[in-house]
């Protein structure tokens, strides 16, 4: 009890606030930013934190986790370019939204739907973390494999021109993904010659071409002056009372979102299409869903906001970090002579409230300097696309150069760029199905690989262990059951006709 | 009603710009006091003749941000304008992936005049050369220092039956095909290491692949693999706390907490099983250069604050001069050359 | 009425070929001393690419099927004037990376800015004045002085 006075005592220091006050905003700017991602941003203030205080150092560089993760919405919002990964499920809705002039409920949504995930999770952390690591820790090769998979299958409910397109689109992605130094054998795979290559497509330069320099590219063929055309747009927020009816949805996201964090090597992003998903299946107006759908991006937004605590929870109580931030998070605490690991609540307790508490405060200052920041971004409506697109352009150039201090992701970009605006033009709009397989494509391949290797070759582990048995169904289920329902009723309709 | 909310608006503005002004501007002294050092090693410096360092100089790490070699790199980063004759400001940058060949290439391509230097682990210049694809070799490029080494070792779950390595080769033996353990690379250290005695005893194994060690003991904890291979550093602290042990040292490093695990080389095989780390320049720099710097290393690694930081880690400072540390990096690369190719791995 | 499907689906012919074409590579991108190990390495991407031959030109019929159903009623050219500004910015930009370098950021990355400015619509010669002017100079700042990153130095007048 005391332990959690102490640490309370901690958070509410001077230098910690203040670490807190400036990560939020860095981490909102940072993270609005095509090319610009969560994981840089941590990066890059990790050496500010050697001279701080333990507690400061590391609540600087989680408050900037968080509002990064958050704020890569409010570009996929405006835009229809997500400034960070977590956030390419929010252009499904997001940017339809804006079209339709209701920018301002947009983003009031993702900002209040993220701060609820966060702070849900937060709580969980405080709470439940030594058990959820322990449960974590119990899903091997197969169970990655399943969740992989399912994370594939939401390929086929997301593409808006049909099963097929969505899939072919999936295969090139997945394709790509394996690219490079193959992880399993150790053999490169198609290089083609090219050191670079060697390194594979990496994420970020991917979802940069595919999404910001595409849509650029597009602004610019269509010529209109603003990027949403001469809607009238709507200034109406949208108050906390507006998200009572979408409580369930948000609390079901936020819990998909505590799941896939809590399990390393699993991020936001993949957590946001799962909760799309599920919001989907079980919605009352699923056709709404894709068109500007309040409901979904309450789905998104609390679930990838909801990662970030429970990423903690590995870290935390068994010194293993589950993504890049959290590596980067644990290289912090390394550094200030606090090593992770299974020991650490023992030896230092306080430290560990300091962090689940700080957590929670700092996703309540980045609900307050969000506020700020929304006021600020809707005006990016109003910027003229002859200002708008050079500007983002520039960006994402930078964004990925920095990510590798090299031209070569500056190069993937631009290439996925012309490849993405070109097949948008001539037959597949939606190529968020790419993106997706290639986040989920090493996931699912290696741990196969892994799998068959554990059970000597086997593929009755995947329906032998309960998890993943589980899980697999579920997918199956997923994908057969809308098939189902949709002949069922046409039967009844036919036969309906008939009498 | 609008007032006052305006008030607070302003009030949580002036907060933000002061707040992250205040966060730049502290960090930034902190970096200015450490380059604000006086010139404590002029006396000592043989390098009368050369004016090095007039400008900043870059660490280039092609590791990630926060990983160990990453720093360590920036351990010495801190402390290096203290040890040099002209304080200058030190960058650390990341060029991480692609086998470490951009970051290596990088260095490789730079100018030899100092200001750029590459700080390594094992396996970029003692392993991925031997795969074939890179410009450059084990021997291209210009030793400086090395600063630290650490063992790899085979850990199993604390209430396994095996106690030692002779029990795990038996086991193994008498049970072909079952046993499984998980390491973080198919050419790295660790698994190169281990592969010299599988190979060499025709033990019928598991190897299951990772992206890295912490995924490796992701696997171990979960009991998905039954032994991990890789570095003491990150399994310290569960052997520590009572969960692992430690069975087998696959180098030379001794620390106390798995004194009792019989060594590779006791068993009778080449020693290639520590990581080390170190810093090396671009091909041709000049001597006087790479002494200036190796000198300094040399004395950052007495300074109390690294031993300290350093021992948090679980690392003593282990110093090799730069020819010492070339030999080391080129004895490592004919072992692992061999062993990839009796793996399979290049044609 | 091919024409037409071309039109509309070019690039379901787009990743036929470069389906098949990678699918013709794999021999000589994917080796390994031991034929197991190239064979297993193998399965995923020969199974992807697989699926999207057969799944593109499974699209290509249906979207034949589809156009033969409802023919359109005018025809829509292929190359609109807005494709040649983009084919303007993607020349620009590739030549950004090629000048990086060499000529450094600010001046690039300003010489980007003033063309896609222009393409884009600009005619105000403050407007784009400042914005060939400041934003090169802010991006600088903040990527090499606050955020520590380096960006190729950069050659003043």
């Known amino acids: 009890m005391d332990m959690l006075l102490s640490s309370l005592a901690n958070v509410f220091t001077l230098s910690a606030i203040l670490a807190m006050l400036g990560g939020s905003a860095v981490g909102m700017l940072i993270g609005s930013m095509p090319g610009l991602s969560a994981s840089m941003g941590v990066a890059l203030f990790l050496p500010f934190t050697f001279g701080m205080d333990a507690s400061s150092g590391i609540l600087l560089l989680i408050s900037i986790y968080c509002s990064a993760i958050y704020s890569g919405s409010i570009s996929a919002i405006l835009i229809n370019t997500p400034g960070t990964s977590a956030a390419t499920a929010t252009l499904l809705d997001g940017f339809a939204l804006t079209k339709k002039g209701k920018a301002r409920k947009a983003l009031d949504m993702s900002l209040q739907a993220s701060v609820i995930g966060g702070l849900l999770s937060g709580v969980v952390l405080l709470a439940f973390a030594p058990q959820i690591a322990r449960w974590a820790l119990t899903f091997g090769p197969a169970e990655y494999f399943a969740l992989g998979l399912m994370g594939l299958t939401i390929i086929a409910g997301v593409s808006s021109e049909g099963v097929v397109k969505g899939l072919v689109l999936g295969c090139f992605g997945f394709f790509i993904s394996t690219i490079g130094v193959d992880p399993v054998s150790g053999i490169t795979r198609f290089t083609l010659g090219v050191k670079d290559l060697i390194s594979g497509v990496d994420q970020i330069p991917a979802m940069i071409g595919l999404f910001a320099i595409a849509e650029m590219f597009t602004q610019i063929e269509s010529g209109a002056m603003r990027l949403t055309g001469d809607v009238k747009i709507d200034k109406d927020r949208l108050s906390w009372r507006e998200m009572l009816p979408f409580k369930s949805v948000i609390l079901k996201s936020s819990v998909i979102g505590m799941i896939v964090g809590a399990i390393p090597g699993t991020g936001s992003g993949t957590a946001a299409f799962l909760a799309y998903k599920t919001a989907k299946g079980s919605s009352k107006h699923p056709e709404e869903y894709g068109q500007g759908s309040l409901e979904a991006l309450s789905a998104t937004e609390s679930a990838n906001n909801a990662v970030t605590g429970a990423a903690l929870i590995p870290m935390l109580t068994l010194g293993i970090p589950g993504d890049a931030v959290t590596a980067i998070l644990m290289g912090g605490l390394t550094i200030q002579g606090l090593a992770p690991g299974p020991q650490l609540f023992e030896k230092n307790g306080v430290l560990v409230y300091t962090i689940m508490i700080g957590f929670l405060v700092a996703n309540i200052i980045m609900y307050f300097e969000g506020k700020l920041a929304i006021r600020g971004f809707s005006k990016i409506c109003n910027i003229p696309n002859y200002i708008l697109i050079p500007v983002v352009i520039c960006c994402c150039l930078v964004g990925a150069f920095a990510v590798h201090n090299s031209l070569y992701a500056v190069k993937v970009a631009l290439v996925f760029g012309i490849i993405a605006y070109l097949i948008s033009r001539f037959g597949y709009k939606n190529l968020v199905a790419v993106l997706i397989a290639i986040i989920l494509g090493p996931i699912v391949e290696q741990n196969f690989r892994r799998a068959l290797v554990l059970s000597g070759g086997s593929p009755s582990i995947f329906f032998t262990r309960p998890i993943c048995l589980v899980i697999i169904l579920i997918s199956v289920g997923s994908i057969v059951w809308p098939l189902i329902k949709a002949h069922k009723k046409r039967t009844s309709a036919a036969t309906k006709v008939e009498k | 009603m609008k007032k006052s909310s305006r008030l607070v608006t302003m009030i949580l503005a002036l907060a933000l710009v002061a707040s992250v002004s205040l966060t730049a501007c502290s960090s930034s002294t902190d970096t200015t006091t450490a380059s604000g050092a006086p010139d404590s090693t002029a006396a000592d410096s043989t390098a009368a003749n050369t004016d090095y360092p007039k400008e900043a100089i870059q660490i280039i790490v092609p590791y990630s941000a926060g990983g160990n070699t990453d720093l360590m790199a920036r351990i010495i980063e801190m402390k290096l304008p203290e040890y040099l004759p002209n304080s200058v400001s030190i960058a650390t940058v990341n060029i991480p992936g692609g086998s470490y060949i951009p970051g290596m290439t990088e260095v490789y391509t730079a100018d030899p005049d100092g200001y750029t230097i590459a700080c390594v682990a094992g396996s970029p210049l003692s392993i991925v050369p031997a795969m074939g694809e890179t410009d450059y070799t084990h021997d291209s490029f210009t030793a400086i220092a090395m600063i630290t080494s650490f063992a790899n070792v085979v850990a199993v779950k604390a209430d396994s039956p095996l106690n030692s390595a002779q029990d795990l080769i038996d086991y193994i033996k008498a049970n072909p095909g079952e046993f499984s353990y998980g390491v973080g690379g198919t050419t790295n250290t660790p698994n190169l290491a281990l592969s010299s005695l599988i190979i060499e005893e025709e033990l019928d194994v598991k190897s299951v692949v990772y992206n890295g060690n912490s995924e490796v003991l992701t696997a171990f904890l979960g009991g998905h693999v039954d032994a991990y291979a890789g570095a003491s550093t990150d399994i310290r602290a569960y052997v520590e706390s009572g969960e692992a042990k430690i069975i087998l040292n696959l180098g030379t490093v001794v620390e106390d907490y798995y004194a009792d695990a019989v060594t590779m080389e006791e068993l009778g095989y080449v020693a290639i099983g520590d990581s080390y780390t170190g810093f090396v320049a671009p091909p041709d720099t000049p001597e006087e250069i790479i002494l200036i710097l190796e000198n300094a290393i040399k004395e950052i690694l007495q300074d109390e604050d690294v031993v300290a930081t350093l021992s948090d880690m679980g690392l003593q400072p282990v110093f090799l001069d730069h020819t010492e540390f070339q030999k080391m990096i080129s004895d490592y690369y004919v072992r692992n050359e061999e062993i990839i190719k009796l793996l399979g791995l290049t044609e | ?157």
């Open chain 3, 1 to 157: 009425m091919l024409l037409q499907l071309l039109k509309k689906n070019a690039a379901s012919v787009f990743f036929i070929v470069f389906g098949v074409a990678a699918l013709a590579m794999m021999g000589t991108q994917i080796v390994s001393g031991s034929a197991t190990i190239a064979a297993e390495s193998r399965q995923f991407p020969t199974l992807m690419l697989s699926m999207m031959v057969i799944l593109s030109a499974l699209s290509l019929v249906i979207e034949y099927v589809k156009l033969r159903k409802n023919p359109p009623e005018t025809s829509t050219p292929v190359f609109t004037a807005g494709m040649r500004k983009v084919l303007i910015v993607i020349i620009a930009i590739t030549l950004w990376i090629a000048l990086l370098t060499k000529v450094g950021f600010i001046l690039c990355t300003a010489a980007l800015l003033l063309v896609i400015t222009l393409v884009a619509g600009n005619r105000k010669p403050l407007s784009i004045a400042l914005l060939t002017v400041v934003c090169p100079l802010l991006v600088y700042y903040i990527f090499s002085q606050l955020l520590n990153t380096r960006l190729p130095e950069i050659l003043f007048k």
